[in-house]
């Protein structure tokens, strides 16, 4: 898989530039549950104030989600498909998608709620029929999966994890292996992660993964949900829906829709959000299939009305001031405009139940990470900071960018080794410009996503260790259009979002594993790019250093391409 370009400057930099864009996992992963066919929610197993969470495990110390540190003691984990209890808390591991039902009402707002239920929620199951490591994708049961640097790996086949293991962990796209015949499966993998797309299977990603779980083949007495897929229903036929590449065959199924169970012949419509599964693997590769249960999905963890909930997840569909999570319609209306979501946003978010259950009016909106389209990393020294147009809000400037930084902004001092990586407690929006203009540093990293006018507001800013390097990663704008160059006196030249870079093309790169590789290349408008050089004159000059004759650690171009729906966060 193509790493992060901002993960990779990092190390090889020895910066600070790695944000919260995931990491590494850990645990046990999801076994085929055994036993009961029934598909399984948290659906009137709480009061009408009981509040859920919903979305990634992204730590362990009891297990967070949604930024929230839930303990685990006497939780009851069940496998959200057929209603098992899994063994312990063994089984989860970072990037893991669940639904948590704290203990009581009066918990949710504690320091470490204490979880009653925590539901497994994986969105495929089942072989890997291709993989393209260009395109970082893979297809289980139809689906095409994008995968991302913050995407999880972990390998839970007996020759990994034994004692003295006989096989080499599988720790990324390229030690999966993909079905060449019918008799010839690919790797068998649990997918989790977060619904994107409208299911079509037109090339476009169906899963966005936060998690891929290697295991063993199931065998032949693999629980009911051993092959799975979930996702929006692109098309109806008489006892059939078609998810994604998958055409799914209801006719020896039993369908649950919002109600219990009903016939399969009319169960479902267009748009929806269905799972389906059965122990039975389908022909491979894998573009039909016989379920033994299908599920309606597009509802809510709790689906009291009133309840409150927390989601996090990646924006599939925006329209107004409607949008998509995770398969949920959420009501925006009562959101600031400024912070309504676009398509590709990672956000969090917290609302209400609406009446009919199938729906969350929002009330309480984060952004984690804007859609890569939009999004906009600056490294440098700041120039000015004053106070923004509304209270609570600054605008500071880095390489010549205004960046509006409000209460909503990730912020930490980490100018010193010695500051904590949380950041101080005394940054925040009411000490920032206090504490910016104090700091022996005025070196920054800013991730920022644009609004429709263009103007920048700062998901997260740390103010790093002082550095004459500058940094910027984004989208190459349209005007003006790129000239390439050919040598240092006829340079390269672009702009990402009305930031000048100048390149000497032998700076150009491409990544391979930690290092930077010479490499020849084309930039077009639209491409996405990251380079590392220094601040000069208006513009970011990225130059060939003396005694080098190529890239650098702190002089390179890397050009991503088009961007795709998992590229690269931030940094």
């Not at 032949?220 to 929006?232: L, Y």
């Not at 569909?317 to 990672?346: C, E, H, K």
């Not at 790129?482 to 790169?509: C, K, W």
């Amino acid at each position: 898989m193509k790493r992060n370009l901002i993960v990779l400057a990092a190390c090889v930099a020895g910066s600070l530039w790695l944000a919260s864009c995931g990491g590494g996992g850990g645990g046990g992963s999801v076994a085929a549950a055994s036993g009961g066919s029934t598909p399984s929610g948290s659906t009137g197993s709480t009061a009408a104030t009981l509040a859920a969470s919903s979305g990634e495990i992204t730590a362990f110390g009891s297990v967070f989600v949604n930024g929230r540190e839930f303990s685990t003691q006497g939780a009851r984990i069940i496998d959200n498909d057929t209603g098992d209890t899994v063994a312990d808390a063994s089984a989860l591991e970072v990037g893991m998608s669940v639904d948590v039902t704290p203990l009581s009402a009066t918990t949710l707002d504690a320091t470490q709620p204490q979880a009653a239920e925590i539901r497994l929620h994986p969105l495929a199951r089942g072989y890997v029929d291709a993989t393209d490591t260009t395109a970082s994708t893979l297809t289980v049961m139809g689906q095409a999966v994008q995968l991302t640097s913050a995407t999880n790996f972990s390998d839970r086949r007996a020759c990994a994890t034994a004692t003295t293991p006989t096989c080499t962990a599988i720790t990324g796209l390229s030690g999966l292996t993909a079905t060449t015949g019918a008799n010839a499966p690919g790797s068998y993998v649990t997918v989790h992660g977060f619904l994107f797309g409208s299911g079509s299977g037109s090339g476009a990603a169906n899963i966005v993964a936060t998690l891929v779980s290697v295991a063993d083949a199931p065998g032949s007495s693999a629980g009911p949900a051993a092959f799975k897929a979930e996702g929006t229903v692109a098309a109806v036929g008489t006892s059939s829906v078609t998810i994604g590449g998958l055409t799914v065959d209801l006719s020896h199924a039993t369908c649950w829709g919002a109600s219990g169970t009903t016939g399969c012949a009319s169960a479902f419509s267009t748009g929806q959000v269905v799972s389906v599964f059965a122990a039975t693997a389908p022909a491979l590769p894998a573009s039909s299939f016989s379920a033994s249960t299908a599920a309606l999905r597009s509802k809510m963890p709790v689906q009291t009305a009133g309840a409150t909930v927390e989601l996090q997840g990646r924006v599939s569909s925006a329209s107004g001031t409607s949008f998509v999570l995770r398969g949920i319609s959420i009501d925006g209306s009562a959101l600031p405009a400024a912070s309504l979501p676009a398509v590709g946003d990672d956000v969090s978010l917290t609302g209400t139940v609406a009446a009919n259950g199938n729906g969350i009016t929002a009330s309480a909106i984060k952004l984690l990470h804007a859609a890569v389209s939009r999004s906009v990393a600056l490294e440098g020294d700041f120039t000015a900071v004053t106070a923004g147009a509304s209270a609570n809000t600054w605008v500071v400037t880095v390489l010549g960018q205004p960046v509006t930084v409000t209460a909503s902004t990730r912020l930490a001092d980490r100018s010193t080794w010695a500051a904590p990586r949380s950041g101080s407690n005394a940054f925040n929006i009411s000490t920032f410009q206090t504490v910016l203009n104090a700091s022996a540093s005025k070196h920054l990293l800013v991730s920022a996503a644009a609004d429709a006018t263009g103007q920048l507001t700062a998901v997260a800013l740390r103010i790093v260790p002082a550095s004459t390097a500058a940094s910027v990663q984004g989208v190459v704008d349209a005007t003006p259009a790129p000239a390439n160059g050919s040598s240092a006196s006829a340079p390269t030249t672009f702009a990402i979002h009305g930031l000048p870079v100048a390149a000497d093309p032998a700076t150009f790169a491409s990544p391979r594993g930690w290092r930077l590789r010479a490499q020849a290349t084309t930039v077009v408008a639209g491409d996405l790019v990251v380079a590392r050089g220094s601040w000069s004159n208006g513009q970011l000059v990225v130059a060939v250093p003396s005694g080098a004759s190529g890239p650098t650690a702190n002089s390179f171009v890397v050009d991503l391409g088009k961007p795709r729906s998992g590229d690269p966060c931030d940094f």
